[in-house]
């Protein structure tokens, strides 16, 4: 599976999965980002985990201004190589070929870590393992914000996945087992989502509150404060 965003699913080809998006995936992408940099501060430093070819960072080098750092961690190297070129210019943009459950980060260096558009899921990691790097790396009183799919949001979801099956981005749809959230291709891949109940349970087991909002009926957002 992780060969999907290694290879399948990176550089070129991850940029034309947003090309194609219709029009309410896009107002979900834009509405999520916006989300997310509005818990993001002027001069702080921002972890984006599984940041593909930087589609978020300018947005949220913008936010931090000059005295703040976003450093987007991916595992594909073309995704990479592609997100250097769109991110020149930026100069507090980092991008690092790093495993979102293995972080070369100290503890407590992050004032916010983000993982949007359903990574906790599409990332194939333990989301436990996930989150325990997450919080490591966030500093006291800093935030940790994980993001999937609103439930109302399933619809145009699926469409935005049969439009990337019908361009050869990805294996074709098992119509079959394809339903309540979870989208199944025939050739292995599988996406699923994380509900607020898996949010809360998930934070539990570190002892954590955490604040679930949804956005725009597209984006369901976990906030966990360090």
């Not at 769109?86 to 870590?113: H, K, Q, T, W």
């Not at 500093?139 to 019908?166: D, I, N």
């Amino acid at each position: 599976m992780s060969s999907y965003y290694n290879e399948k699913l990176a550089g070129e080809r991850l940029q034309h999965c947003y090309r194609l998006a219709p029009p309410r995936v896009r107002r979900y992408l834009e509405s999520e980002l916006a989300h997310a940099s509005g818990r993001v501060a002027h001069g702080d430093l921002v972890l984006d985990l599984g940041c593909g070819y930087g589609r978020a960072m300018p947005g949220l080098s913008r936010r931090v201004g000059r005295c703040g750092w976003v450093v987007g961690v991916d595992v594909s190297a073309s995704s990479l190589a592609m997100g250097s070129q769109l991110l020149e210019g930026f100069s507090n943009c980092l991008l690092l070929e790093m495993n979102a459950a293995r972080l070369r980060f100290p503890d407590e260096f992050f004032d916010v870590v983000l993982c949007l558009q359903n990574g906790v899921s599409a990332f194939r990691l333990d989301p436990e393992r996930l989150l325990a790097e997450a919080l490591r790396v966030t500093k006291a009183r800093g935030r940790v914000l994980l993001s999937s799919y609103a439930e109302a949001f399933w619809p145009h979801r699926l469409e935005w996945f049969r439009t990337q099956s019908q361009a050869g981005l990805l294996g074709e749809i098992d119509e079959e087992r394809t339903g309540n959230g979870v989208i199944v291709c025939k050739d292995g891949f599988r996406a699923t989502t994380f509900g607020p109940q898996q949010f809360r349970s998930l934070a539990a087991r570190f002892g954590k509150e955490v604040r679930i909002e949804e956005v725009d009926g597209s984006s369901l957002f976990c906030e966990i404060g360090r």
